[in-house]
């Protein structure tokens, strides 16, 4: 069945640095979609991929559909407590819409 | 609502004592999920709806697990003769519908712990 699984599954930044973090699905993908998890939270929607290659920015936030839909990536620059969570990418397979398959997530603490 | 909804927040059972947690979804939206959030994990798929069915219930643990949903609305997730492993944050999420470029809305979720 599909796997999606991301890295780093911890991430440390200090204040104003920038970070990446990796999303890969073990098959082909409909559309992939980003989560934030604040500590005691429920994950919160960010954005949502589906063209091969795509691109898309949320202010310091870029995020990237890998050209065979199989990968994904989140960059955060100069980062701030704000960013302080568990960010989640999730894949949706592409033959059943409603299960959305969450990877175990990249949790970031950041040392001001 | 104005939100995804989930009671009890938090639920303390007694190993093989019977579970059932609640959800009720956003109103007007037809599809609805469960997930499971062991401590420090990720999100395990259990189920969806779409309306009043079940399409999907391969994520489904075991046997001692079951869901339903009614008026396309409130779903409860039963969970029979529960086991210590069974601890943890159950979460429910709704969307429009089922589709491509549907977002989830995650409700609060349920703290199962089980003694």
């Known amino acids: 069945g599909q796997q999606v699984m991301q890295i780093p599954q911890y991430q440390h930044v200090q204040e104003g640095e920038d970070f990446t973090t990796y999303c890969n699905s073990s098959t082909t993908l409909s559309n992939i979609q980003w989560y934030k998890q604040r500590p005691g939270g429920h994950p919160v929607f960010l954005i949502q991929?589906?063209?091969?290659?795509e691109v898309k920015k949320q202010k310091r936030l870029t995020f990237q559909f890998g050209e065979a839909k199989k990968n994904s990536s989140l960059h955060i620059t100069a980062t701030q407590t704000t960013d302080v969570g568990t960010y989640f990418c999730?894949?949706?397979?592409?033959?059943?819409?409603?299960?959305?398959?969450f990877g175990a997530g990249t949790q970031v603490v950041v040392t001001p | 609502g104005a939100g995804v909804s989930q009671s009890p927040s938090n639920k303390v059972t007694e190993k093989g004592k019977d579970v059932e947690l609640r959800c009720d979804p956003i109103?007007?939206?037809?599809?609805l999920y469960w997930y499971r959030q062991r401590l420090g994990q990720g999100l395990e798929f259990l189920i969806y709806?779409?309306?009043?069915?079940?399409?999907?219930k391969s994520g489904l643990p075991s046997d001692r697990f079951s869901a339903e949903r009614t008026g396309e609305s409130v779903s409860t997730l039963t969970i029979q003769r529960t086991q210590q492993e069974d601890s943890a944050v159950y979460l429910c999420?709704?969307?429009?519908?089922?589709?491509?470029?549907?977002?989830?809305?995650f409700g609060s979720g349920t703290q199962l712990s089980v003694l």
């Open positions: 999420a709704s969307s429009p519908q089922v589709g491509v470029n549907e977002k989830l809305l």
């Open positions: 999730a894949g949706g397979p592409t033959d059943s819409w409603g299960k959305l398959q």
């Open positions: 109103s007007g939206h037809t599809a």
């Open positions: 991929l589906v063209k091969s290659g």
């Open positions: 709806f779409q309306g009043n069915s079940a399409p999907d």
